[in-house]
């Protein structure tokens, strides 16, 4: 159970251009998504907080005009990164949790590769 | 403000033995704390987490990690290590004040020699 799925796994697109990542909770309901970025031998860093039906909290420094984040469904959440730049090439990482409780465990998906040309 | 320390970048242990990556934390209010694993290019897996009761907490995988309050230490344990135990660990936490956000570790590199 709680499994999270991403796709795609890999993107490589050229500077530009806009990338959708999809993130989807496939047995259970989530009423809360996550997104990471992760840059090679870091940390995650927290993105946005995506809440299912309504705007996503992002986190200070994040530009949201950038990276769109819609949660229309409580099993899916998608990351559009707008107008790509080679800077923005990372491992972007979306975590699921079942319930807006606080104790709740976040599920994260396998991870997207995004390449920028 | 929340936060997280790991204070070893790599952990090298042989194969059989014990194993221990530290994780230090610090919150205000009582800690929820967290414990996944990475392998190369994948996402995290959740292994174990601590919310209340008893200090020790079994996981997956036979990890298990023991709350010490009085350290703010949440250190991750396993009796006998595995080749395939070999990833990168972190340690999290997310504070009862409110916010549900996991503050995460910088991560640990586990090699487990054969």
């Known amino acids: 159970g709680a499994v999270v799925s991403q796709h795609p796994s890999w993107v490589i697109c050229k500077s530009g251009t806009s990338v959708k990542i999809e993130c989807r909770s496939l047995?259970?309901?989530?009423?809360?998504m996550f997104w990471y970025r992760q840059f090679p031998k870091q940390s995650l860093m927290l993105m946005a907080t995506?809440?299912?039906?309504?705007?996503?909290?992002?986190e200070q420094g994040v530009e949201k005009d950038k990276f769109l984040i819609n949660h229309a469904s409580l099993t899916l959440s998608t990351l559009t990164v707008t107008s790509a730049h080679p800077e923005d090439s990372s491992f972007y990482i979306c975590?699921?949790?079942?319930?807006?409780?606080?104790?709740?465990?976040?599920?994260f998906g396998p991870g997207t590769r995004l390449t920028v040309l | 403000a929340q936060s997280v320390a790991q204070p070893e970048d790599q952990v090298n242990v042989a194969e059989g033995n014990p194993l221990t990556v530290k994780c230090t934390y610090s919150?205000?209010?009582?800690?929820?704390l967290f414990w996944y694993v990475q392998y190369p290019n994948r996402g995290l897996q959740f292994l174990l987490k601590?919310?209340?009761?008893?200090?020790l907490v079994k996981g997956s995988y036979g990890f298990e990690a023991e709350f010490n309050k009085s350290q703010t230490s949440f250190h991750l344990k396993k009796p006998s290590a595995l080749v395939s135990d070999s990833a990168l660990y972190f340690c999290?936490?997310?504070?009862?004040?409110?916010?549900?956000?996991?503050?995460f570790g910088t991560g640990t590199l586990l090699a487990v020699q054969p």
């Open positions: 975590s699921a949790s079942t319930l807006a409780e606080i104790t709740d465990t976040q599920y």
């Open positions: 047995d259970f309901q989530a009423t809360t």
């Open positions: 995506s809440n299912e039906g309504s705007k996503a909290t992002y």
């Open positions: 919150v205000s209010g009582n800690p929820y």
């Open positions: 601590y919310i209340t009761g008893d200090n």
């Open positions: 999290a936490v997310r504070g009862s004040n409110g916010t549900n956000k996991l503050i």
